[in-house]
Nanobody, 125 residues
Framework: QVQLVESGGGLVQAGGSLRLSCAAS????????MGWFRHAPGNERAFVAA????????SYAGSVKCRFTISRDNVKNTVYLQMNSLKPEDTAVYYC??????????????????WGRGTQVTVSS
């Protein structure tokens, strides 16, 4: 399994932006589809976005589509989540994860074998 470490979370006002980063250790990063999930207290861990190993295919949850952008830099072994027009409903711990599956409109957590420990995103109203 690849080791993943998220960073870039913080406190922002509604309408603001953040960019999350997920750094992967090892040399298997390019072979994985990478995804972002989020988990708020009282809710299930939910799919946010995913990107193919080459970066050419992306998918997003309907709630973040057109506001969030997922990207990756395989040379740096890093995947990013650019979050714009943030809403209080986006408040959660955000996790990155790695999967051998192709990106789809919605991907369940069970399709991801490696997980980071998360970074907190808080959006104030």
């Amino acid at each position: 399994q690849v080791q993943l470490v998220e960073s870039g979370g913080g406190l922002v006002q509604a309408g603001g932006s953040l960019r999350l980063s997920c750094a992967a250790s090892g040399r298997t990063f390019s072979s994985y589809t990478m995804g972002w999930f989020r988990h708020a207290p009282g809710n299930e861990r939910a799919f946010v976005a995913a990107i193919s190993w080459s970066g050419g295919i992306t998918s997003y949850a309907g709630s973040v589509k057109c506001r969030f952008t997922i990207s990756r830099d395989n040379v740096k072994n890093t995947v990013y989540l650019q979050m714009n027009s943030l809403k209080p409903e986006d408040t959660a711990v955000y996790y990155c994860a790695a999967s051998y599956r192709r990106p789809r409109a919605t991907m369940p957590p069970g399709e991801f074998g490696s997980w980071g420990r998360g970074t907190q995103v808080t959006v104030s109203s």
